[in-house]
């Protein structure tokens, strides 16, 4: 079975933090930051970028389009 | 010279319309006026011009569905009675606020409320003030003959498109069911899809191609500063309708002393009281405004300088006489304005008018100078 | 394997659709609108028809629908967008109409021009957002308000005696033969999203089609309207509203047919 990697790219300034992303992800890839962004979200971001697979549901699940997938065949 | 025809007002109303181009008509049935959808119904333009007709749930919807073809720059109109007519006030304030070009006609009947069928003109104000919410203004027509009701389609889209604002043929259940001969207009073809892009196209959803920006029709503004601009576009737009677009006819006025003020029908029962009156040797003549917006003021400026007095003759409690007022004030007169009107459905007689205006000026009569307060 | 061998442009698998604007909404964070609206866009990309689409923006939170989606729009008074659809649709018969609706906007001020539009089989696809509150003017009682569920002009929960019953108004519009495809979905989590984009698409299709109108619901949140975090909203709505409002589809079949599957 071909192995994937995945990536997730978060626009934080477009993110609102509403964490349905955080909570979508099925391999706990994602978190809310502690930090804010401009507009004072706590922005979404990879706290377990390894463990992504580039399943894009964090993306279809945003309410904001901010997130962008890769994937990768290793 | 076109076709000649004996026919009702509200069937030219739509014969004209069919002539005319116009792309789509959206109606709701009430009296006096059900014979315009009738007569579309029966003369099936779709077949012909193409032209759309629809019968809608209701007034609300009906505006509402102009407003859609309207947005997409298309030819179209809705026509009601004096009730449809406040049911569609919210939209004609939309489409006034989105400025969108359309003809909304109304065959005004006796109110308020569910009122009477026969003929009034107590819709005045509905329609020259504004009639739905915020600082708006309609383009409106009173024709005072069948041939009018013809003539004032094709203007009335004319005029809409010219200032991208609704217009309205403000008439009555008289006109609307009176037969007379009419010629009626040629045929002219509707628009294309070319032709709407051209004319249209910088502010119409016709699609938005991709070298463009997306066309937005809407009346929202959350920005006052970009709110209160819109509003004093629409102002300059008004102000160049009463520049350029003023319409009236004079009967008999160069050396009245009074004037008698009367639209549509009744102007139609002051002609005949201007002759009775000066049989009597009253030298009396007839102004009638065929825009009501724009009210022809400065005629009235100028009349206002050697008649002894107006008398506005009306179909209701008195509701144009507060505009001639107005006028007379602006040319810094103090004549005498003085109102006579029947209500209810009730059509004056020439004879009441002539009665009304001998009694209300019984003093410059009697005494030949103006009476001042 | 290093991040930035991940993410390179050729091995980009999920990005915004050209047809969205880059304008932030302005919706509160987690809200289903924004989620629907991408649909919406990523589907008219999808489909080549940006060029030949018209949308109609209601009067709700989602009157500025406009801002985000990159088509040609009408924004109509509240209620009164099946209206207006019927007056674009009717005269552009090649274009690609949509009304965009929430449960106020659909179910209280504008029942009469759904039910009429829906009866008269407009050729028209009509997006429904319910998430039983009015969002926009502070979280009132809307129409599809659950029974005992707490609004602002509800605070002591919604109580049929004095309020009325919670309306499933997309049952009332399975029964009008004009329609051709009536479906309840929901856009919670990454599947129902994926299910809901399908329902969409079908919907369009059946538009370019000139089948008649498609009615879809979304069931939504509305987490300040309801205030909850917009997880636990999402929550909520799978314990309470999915009961009363059913996923799948109710109608699906041609114009015409009077009576639905259900």
Not at chain 2, 186 to 195: A, C, G, S, V
Not at chain 2, 332 to 346: A, D, L, P, Q, S
Request: glycine share 10%.
């Amino acid at each position: 079975m071909a192995k994937v990697k995945g990536a997730v790219v978060v626009d934080k300034e477009g993110c609102k933090g509403c964490g349905v992303c955080v909570n979508e992800c099925p391999h706990e890839v994602l978190a809310l930051h502690r930090e804010v962004n401009s507009r004072g979200y706590h922005y979404s971001y990879m706290e377990n970028p390894e463990n992504c697979i580039g399943c894009i549901n964090c993306g279809v699940v945003c309410p904001d389009t901010c997130i962008t997938v890769y994937r990768v065949k290793v | 010279m076109g076709e000649l025809r004996l026919m009702k007002g509200n069937e030219v109303l739509a014969e004209a319309a069919i002539r005319c181009g116009c792309d789509g008509y959206f109606g709701y049935p009430i009296t006096p006026q059900s014979e315009v959808m009738e007569t579309l119904m029966a003369r099936q333009p779709w077949n012909e011009t193409g032209m759309t007709v629809l019968q809608a749930e209701s007034e609300v919807a009906s505006i509402n569905m102009v407003y859609g073809a309207a947005g997409s720059g298309k030819k179209v109109m809705t026509s009601s009675s004096s009730p449809g007519i406040s049911l569609m006030a919210e939209g004609i304030s939309y489409i006034a606020g989105a400025e969108l070009p359309c003809l909304i006609i109304n065959v005004q009947r006796g109110g308020p409320g569910l009122g009477t069928i026969q003929p009034s003109q107590a819709d005045y104000f509905q329609s020259v003030k504004g009639g739905g919410h915020g600082d708006y203004k309609m383009i409106v027509l009173a024709p005072a003959s069948v041939q009018e009701m013809n003539d004032f389609v094709a203007l009335g889209f004319e005029l809409a498109f010219k200032y991208r604002n609704p217009a309205m043929i403000l008439t009555d259940g008289a006109i609307g069911q009176m037969m007379e001969r009419v010629e009626l207009a040629d045929f002219k073809p509707r628009w294309t899809e070319e032709e709407i892009k051209v004319k249209s196209g910088a502010w119409a959803t016709i699609g938005k191609a991709i070298d463009r920006e997306r066309n937005v029709v809407t009346s929202l503004e959350m920005d006052s500063a970009k709110m209160e601009a819109n509003n004093l576009r629409f102002q300059q737009k008004y102000k160049q309708m009463e520049e350029e677009d003023c319409r009236y006819e004079e009967i008999m006025c160069d050396d009245a002393e009074y004037i008698l003020v009367a639209f549509g029908t009744s102007s139609r029962v002051c002609q005949k009281s201007v002759e009775i009156a000066r049989a009597k040797g009253l030298k009396v003549g007839l102004l009638r405004p065929i825009t009501l917006f724009p009210f022809p003021k400065k005629a009235i400026n100028k009349l206002a300088e050697k008649a002894k007095g107006f008398l506005s003759v009306e179909m209701s409690a008195g509701q144009m006489i507060e505009d001639i007022k107005l006028a007379v004030y602006e040319a810094g007169k103090n004549t005498r304005v003085e109102h006579f009107g029947r209500m209810g459905g009730i059509i004056p007689t020439p004879g009441e008018v002539v009665e009304a205006l001998e009694e209300k000026f019984s003093w410059e009569i009697s005494y030949g100078v103006k009476r001042y307060y | 394997m290093e991040l930035k061998d991940i993410i390179k442009p050729e091995n980009l698998v999920y990005d915004k659709s050209e047809v969205q604007t880059d304008t932030i909404m302005h919706y509160c964070p987690g809200c289903s609108h924004g989620v629907v609206h991408k649909v919406i866009a990523e589907l008219i990309g999808e489909l080549g028809i940006q060029e030949k689409t018209v949308g109609i923006a209601p009067v709700g939170c989602a009157v500025f629908a406009y801002n985000y989606i990159d088509v040609d729009w009408q924004e109509a008074a509240h209620g009164r967008a099946p209206a207006v659809a019927t007056g674009v649709a009717r005269l552009n018969p090649d274009k690609f109409v949509f009304t965009y609706q929430g449960d106020g906007d659909l179910a209280s001020i504008g029942s009469g021009e759904i039910m009429h539009a829906c009866n008269r089989g407009e050729n028209i696809l009509v997006v429904f957002i319910n998430n039983g509150i009015y969002g926009m003017t502070g979280g009132q009682m809307a129409p599809t308000t659950l029974d005992g569920m707490v609004t602002s002009t509800t605070p002591f929960g919604r109580n049929a005696d004095l309020n009325g019953y919670p309306m499933k108004i997309t049952e009332l519009i399975a029964q009008l033969p004009g329609t051709s495809y009536v479906t309840r979905q929901a856009v919670h989590n990454a599947a129902s999203v994926r299910k809901c984009k399908r329902a969409i698409k079908k919907g369009i299709q059946n538009v370019l089609d000139k089948k008649g109108t498609s009615f879809i619901e979304v069931v939504s949140t509305c987490n300040s309207g309801w205030k909850m975090t917009p997880v636990a909203a999402n929550k909520w709505m799978e314990d309470n509203m999915f009961p009363f409002y059913p996923l799948g589809d109710l109608k699906d079949g041609v114009k015409g047919e009077p009576v639905s599957k259900n």
